[in-house]
């Protein structure tokens, strides 16, 4: 079992920034594609960005190009979700995955708790 851990959501203006970090254990990123899907009250979850395991490729969700950067830190075990130009139809849970299949949709195995983005205008 893998367990992804967010941090790093909150409260913050239309145009203002947010990193997200998403903690695993072991070697997850090593062994693991990472991605970040989000989900607003009412909506389904969508994907944001991912990342190929141990860094390299990175794809993004059109929405966010070009202001959301996904990077990993393979020492850490961390992958990280740099937001700038934040807008308020940014504000959601934003989950971290960890899978096996190189994908933009939800197939990934292992998911985060999620952590709160709430962007104000």
């Known amino acids: 079992q893998v367990q992804l851990v967010e941090s790093g959501g909150g409260l913050v203006r239309a145009g203002g920034s947010l990193r997200l970090s998403c903690a695993a254990p072991?070697?997850?990123?090593?062994?693991?594609?990472m991605a970040w899907f989000r989900q607003a009250p009412g909506k389904e979850r969508e994907f944001v960005a991912r990342i190929f395991r141990s860094g390299g490729a990175t794809n993004y969700a059109d929405s966010v190009k070009g202001r959301f950067t996904i990077s990993g830190d393979i020492v850490k075990n961390t992958v990280y979700l740099q937001m700038d130009s934040l807008k308020p139809e940014d504000t959601a849970v934003y989950y971290c995955?960890?899978?096996?299949?190189?994908?933009?949709?939800?197939?990934?195995?292992?998911w985060g708790q999620g952590t709160q983005v709430t962007v104000s205008s």
């Open positions: 995955a960890a899978g096996v299949v190189w994908s933009a949709s939800a197939r990934y195995d292992y």
């Open positions: 072991g070697r997850t990123f090593s062994l693991y594609h």
